[in-house]
T-cell receptor, first 112, second 114 residues
Framework: NAGVTQTPKFRILKIGQSMTLQCAQD?????MYWYRQDPGMGLKLIYY???????DKGEVPNGYNVSRSTTEDFPLRLELAAPSQTSVYFC???????????FGDGTRLSIL | GENVEQHPSTLSVQEGDSAVIKCTYS??????FPWYKQELGKRPQLIID?????GEKKDQRIAVTLNKTAKHFSLHITETQPEDSAVYFC?????????????FGTGTKLQVIP
C-alpha cells in the first residue's frame, strides 16, 4: 500500500494563479482531511470529508474549495492564490475519527 | 466546540532524562486521544493513542495517561534519546453532528540534548 499520496511536493505560484493539490489514499478510508501548517505552527484544518460526496468546512476554509467524487481522491483547489496561502499543506485520511490519521508527505506551496 | 490546550510549547531535556507533555480538553464527551510526532520537514506520524475507557497505555519508552475527571492527558517519554527530538502534537476526538471531529493541540517542540 502507498498510503496517502500527495502531488506535487513543491510548487511556486504567482499571486492570482489557481492550482489543485492532489491527494489520494489506497486504504479505503472514509475520512479525509486537508490541513495547512505555517512555519513553526500547528495544524489548521481547512476542509474534511466523511465519505464520497460529503465535505464540510474546517477552521480556515476561506480561499479554498474541495470535492470528493470518489473514496480515494480528495483534491484541494486554490482559486486566486494569495501570499497568505504560502504554507505546507498536508492531506490525511482515517477509517473514522476514532482511528488514527495517516498523513501524506505534504505539499510545500509558495506564492510570490 | 472542542478546545485542546498543550503545554509546554518548547521543552529541552538532557539525554536519558524523562519528558512530559500535557494536554487539556474542554468537552467531556471526547473519547479518543492520539499523539503524533513530527520530525523536521516530515509528516506527522502517530506514536501512541488512548481511548476514553482506558486510563494508561504504554509502548516501550512511551506512555500516555488519561484523567477524564480533570479532562487532561499526558505523554511521557522515558530515557530520552536524540532521535526523540521533534514536535509532538496531541489531539482529542469527539462525536459532533453525527460525525467524529478531531481537534489538535498547538504542538510541543522537544529538544533532547546529547
Amino acid at each position: 500500500n502507498a498510503g496517502v499520496t500527495q502531488t506535487p511536493k513543491f510548487r511556486i505560484l504567482k499571486i492570482g494563479q489557481s492550482m489543485t493539490l492532489q491527494c489520494a489514499q489506497d486504504m479505503n478510508h472514509n475520512y479525509m482531511y486537508w490541513y495547512r501548517q505555517d512555519p513553526g505552527m500547528g495544524l489548521k484544518l481547512i476542509y474534511y470529508s466523511v465519505g464520497a460526496g460529503i465535505t464540510d468546512k474546517g477552521e480556515v476554509p476561506n480561499g479554498y474549495n474541495v470535492s470528493r467524487s470518489t473514496t480515494e481522491d480528495f483534491p484541494l483547489r486554490l482559486e486566486l492564490a494569495a501570499p497568505s496561502q504560502t504554507s505546507v499543506y498536508f492531506c490525511a485520511s482515517s477509517y473514522d475519527n476514532y482511528q488514527p490519521q495517516h498523513f501524506g508527505d505534504g505539499t510545500r506551496l509558495s506564492i510570490l | 466546540g472542542e478546545n485542546v490546550e498543550q503545554h509546554p510549547s518548547t521543552l529541552s531535556v538532557q539525554e536519558g532524562d524523562s519528558a512530559v507533555i500535557k494536554c487539556t480538553y474542554s468537552d467531556s464527551a471526547s473519547n479518543y486521544f492520539p499523539w503524533y510526532k513530527q520530525e523536521l520537514g516530515k509528516r506527522p506520524q502517530l506514536i501512541i493513542d488512548i481511548r476514553s475507557n482506558v486510563g494508561e497505555k504504554k509502548d516501550q519508552r512511551i506512555a500516555v495517561t488519561l484523567n477524564k475527571t480533570a479532562k487532561h492527558f499526558s505523554l511521557h517519554i522515558t530515557e530520552t534519546q536524540p532521535e526523540d527530538s521533534a514536535v509532538y502534537f496531541c489531539a482529542a476526538s469527539i462525536k459532533s453532528g453525527g460525525y467524529q471531529k478531531v481537534t489538535f493541540g498547538t504542538g510541543t517542540k522537544l529538544q533532547v540534548i546529547p
